[in-house]
């Protein structure tokens, strides 16, 4: 008996011991949990609470309406509105294939498209079907029983350009995406495009939205809109003359620049083939090039002033001085130089008015290469003058070492350096504005509080009455006597220079039937007000001088200009 009591009193110690061990061991794991819930709302309570309340808090941008374009006398080129877009919820769509066949038999959509970019985005909560949609389309959809549950329009801001296409590559666009594209709209997207905003609100476990919270909404910031120099009548008939020119020629490319020479301040530019935004898929490859200052060329005979007035400064020649031009064939080392005609002895006046080749060269050997590479340096050529727009080109002017003995008379007749035709027509406005060379621009003001005129960079480079001989008497000579004789105007004094050179082979030498045909001229002769340059790339027409293919229309041009700035000086004066 004795031996069983033993056993059982051991037993009872034993169970007593577990129990002891399993509540000792209870009491601590309730004094971890206890602690750590104590260290979950005391401790990091604040760090909890702020991340449920951001799976909470969603954020939508709001788009800042972009600034308007508009030209010198306040009519818009470019202005903003809003349109509708239609969107769907992806995660709420049970049946794609029926719904995306029902929508597109309301309004024109791809429909194995959307149907794509649908199944890859299930899971989400948001995809754009289409965007900007018309007035009819809106009212389609509106009329429709289309389940509102699935889909949205969400309001966007959209482009419009209310002169269509005029002024297109100074303007460029603004895409679908609110991103400036090409022209001024790219130049000065930052500026035009403004600073979006952001807007928050609390969203349910479903993405429904509970509340706004508009006191930590960030509002959106509008544009800035500019004030361009163009003037829309101007650029109008400057396209229309432009669009009458490519039609008779055919040429690969061509362009025209009217300019104030007095403060460089850009009337009209124009660059065909033109950008058409609606056929964007037909447009030609070189159609969004800008060839007014994107296209470099060998500028010919209208470089031939600026070495003329460059010498006259220099003190290598003088006013009425005269040079033989050897009856049409002048040796210079190796080369032979040839004019188009046969000429003895011409005066300065009289080399300008002819374009005598053989006289220029020698102009050019009383200054010297480096006389010469300085005045190229001088009027702007190889670098960019810095005119607010994308894609300018600098041109080309080789290094003075590279030079020799053929540069001499080849640099004179405007050969052996590139130029494009905003470079050239800033360099003649040097000539028409006495002697001063101004800073061509398009941007004439930013309509914002702190608003100022686009300051002018001005800098004199040849004596005044140097540049009032060579406009007054040589380059009136050259349309009243001269190859510019089909831009005379009636009634109005008229100075001007053709230019005609052919197109460089990059295999060497030029191109026998391929030339850059040029005119610039201006008026009126004794205080230019205008300056119009047309540059056409390989004209098709059978004579392919600048006196016969741009002349006539840059006289068409001018005299519209002038007469539309009388217009204005009459109208305020009333």
Known sequence: MSGVETDSSDSDQNTKRRQRFVSGLMIIIWGILVGRLVQIQVASGNQFTAQATRQQIDEVTISARPGDILDRRGRLLATTLKVPSLFIDPSRVEDPATLIRELGELIEIDVDRVSRQLSAYRSKKFLWIKRQLSEEEVLTLQESELDWNVFGLRDEFKRFYPQQTLARHVLGIRDIDGKGRGGVEQFFDKELKGRSGVRRYVRDARGQMLEMLEEVTIAPEMGTSIVLTLDSVIQLFTEQALDELVERVQPFGASTIVLDPRSGEILAMASRPNLVLDSEDEMPPNAWTNHAIASAYEPGSTFKPLVAAWALERNAIEFNESFQCEWGAYRMGTRVLRDHHSYGVLGLDEILIKSSNIGMAKIGER???????????????????????????????????????????????????????????????????????????????????????????????????????????????????????????????????????????????????????????????DNPRVLVLVCVDEPTSETQSGGTVAAPYASKILESTIRQLDLYASQDRR
């Open 367 to 525: 200054l010297g290469n480096a006389e010469l590479h300085q005045l190229a340096i001088k009027l702007g050529f190889g670098r960019r003058t810095g005119i607010e727009l994308p894609g300018e080109a600098g041109g080309i002017v080789r290094p003075l070492d590279r030079w020799d003995d053929y540069s001499t008379g080849s640099i004179p007749m405007g050969h052996e350096l590139s130029v494009t035709p905003i470079q050239m027509i800033a360099a003649h406005a040097m000539l028409a504005n006495r002697g001063q060379r101004v800073s061509p621009h398009l941007v004439r003001d930013y309509v914002v509080e702190t608003s100022s005129p686009q300051q002018v960079l001005v800098s004199e480079m040849i004596r005044p009455e140097i540049a009032s001989w060579i406009v007054e008497s040589a380059l009136v000579g050259v349309i009243e006597e001269g190859t510019g004789h089909r831009a005379r105007i009636s009634g109005l004094s008229v100075f001007g220079k053709t230019g005609t050179a052919q197109k460089y082979n990059p295999e060497g030498g030029y191109f026998d039937d391929r030339h850059v045909s040029s005119f610039i001229c201006g008026a009126p002769a």
